[in-house]
């Protein structure tokens, strides 16, 4: 290849985005991409990233980190991603598809990339596989969009990359069954928090304090802490007794049972779409949130299904009731997950980048839902995110910033 070339390939929440990975990795290159025919290929991704976390789990072989003590696993997001793409410039592959490279990854580990990115174009065909137009490496010139398993190329990445305006959701949410019970102002209460493992300092004299109502977002570096702090918040984390941490009214460690704590909390993060792998109905789904169950197994009551179909329409799928979850598009599950984790109006509702992997498109929908629960609801919202979505609405932003002696927090 004489002249190095670069691809953007745009992708939506109905692309078959395996599909075209698969062929960009088959002798017969897709139409567009002749380029790279006989050329040796490597795929930088999440996917790839999971293959080798489960070989260390499984057989303790450390293969992109045998030069470190730490495990794979164990890293934050952008230690992966640097060891991931270490890994593949060992092997001196002429091209590289980037699959969303960018997800996951705090503001300065994305400048970090993208600098890195900008390097390694000068001797390696890029394909970048891209959901977020802001996320568009500069240095590309040709543009494509994928629509199911049809490419498309375009003169410019404006004419590649379509985006309506987000959708005006109709009426009011609805009112929860029962409402949640609680006596007082503050839900949750940090004071002086501090958290180590391993003699390594994550958090350092942490005090937040999150009331009825109010909307926050949580945001740090990758390796923060922000994990280790929804841990104290939702009572997973065993490093909260012995110190100010109270929940709900309760200090840690008062004899209070997990449930206790969780009864109160409505949560999402992506990795739980994978748990709902049956034949469950949109319908179904939503109910199952009011009984805290995988999936419904019990007949549902008259004011459930009524409460069901009022969200349901409320996202106008409504008609969709009896399509099975599992054959949703990401950015229709990502709804109907966050609409089940609200469902009974909890007192605190967590969202763990909730908008990671989705296009602009079901990203803005995503976020002018949530917005519409800060604005209609007593239920207090944390948002935990790497990247600024343009139009959340928070009340406050908590914001952990590293130090040596751990991270400390600071509200914005």
């Keep these: 290849m004489s002249q190095i070339a670069h691809w953007a390939v745009f992708i939506d929440n109905t692309s078959d985005k395996e599909y075209l990975i698969d062929s960009l990795f088959n002798p017969d290159m897709p139409k567009g991409f002749e380029e790279l025919k006989g050329a040796s290929g490597a795929l930088f991704s999440k996917l790839m990233l999971e293959r080798f976390i489960d070989e260390e789990d499984r057989h303790d072989t450390k293969i992109i980190t045998s030069g470190t003590v730490q495990s794979l ?87 590649a990359h379509t ?13 929860p069954i029962k409402q949640l019970k609680f006596d007082g102002d503050t839900l949750i209460d940090l004071r002086g928090i501090n958290v180590s493992y391993s003699g390594k300092p994550i958090l350092k ?50 004899g209070e049972s997990v449930w206790d704590i969780k009864k109160h909390i409505g949560y999402f993060t992506p990795s739980m779409t ?19 169950s995988i999936g419904l197994y019990v007949r549902p009551t008259e004011i459930q299904l009524k409460v069901a179909q009022q969200w349901l329409m409320l996202m106008d799928m409504w008609h969709m009731k009896d399509v099975h979850f599992h054959d949703l598009t990401m950015g229709q599950k990502r709804m109907v997950m966050c609409v089940r984790a609200m469902i009974k109006h909890p ?8 908008t990671a992997g989705l296009d602009d498109q079901s990203a803005a929908m995503f976020v002018a839902l949530v917005n519409k629960f800060a604005k209609e ?36």
């Design 73 to 159: 696993k164990t890293m934050s997001s952008g230690e992966q991603k640097k060891a991931l793409l270490n890994y593949i410039l060992e092997n001196n592959p002429d091209f590289i598809v980037l699959d969303n490279p960018f997800d996951n990854l705090d503001i300065a580990s994305q400048a970090e990339l993208k600098e890195r990115l900008e390097h390694i174009s000068d001797t390696t065909s890029l394909v970048q596989l891209i959901s977020r137009k802001r996320d568009l490496l500069p240095f590309i010139d040709s543009f494509a969009r994928l629509e199911k398993r049809v490419l498309t190329f375009y003169d410019d990445d404006a004419s």
């Design 163 to 175: 985006f309506r305006n987000a959708i005006n959701f109709m009426g009011a949410i609805p009112s």
């Design 205 to 254: 004299a942490i005090n937040w304090k999150i009331k009825k109502g109010e909307f926050w977002q949580l945001v740090g570096k990758n390796g923060s802490g922000k994990t280790t702090i929804l841990s104290m918040i939702t009572g997973e984390n065993p490093k909260g007794y012995g110190q100010e941490l109270y929940l709900f009214g309760i200090k840690k460690g008062s």
């Design 274 to 292: 994978d748990k709902f792998t049956g034949y469950h109905s949109l319908e179904h789904m939503l109910i199952s949130g009011l009984n805290d």
């Design 347 to 354: 007192l605190l509702l967590i969202l763990d980048e909730p």
């Design 377 to 412: 609801s007593d239920t207090a919202i944390v948002f935990v995110s790497h990247r600024k979505e343009e139009d959340l609405e928070p009340d406050y932003i908590y914001e952990l910033n590293t130090s040596k002696q751990g991270s400390i927090g600071k509200v914005q």
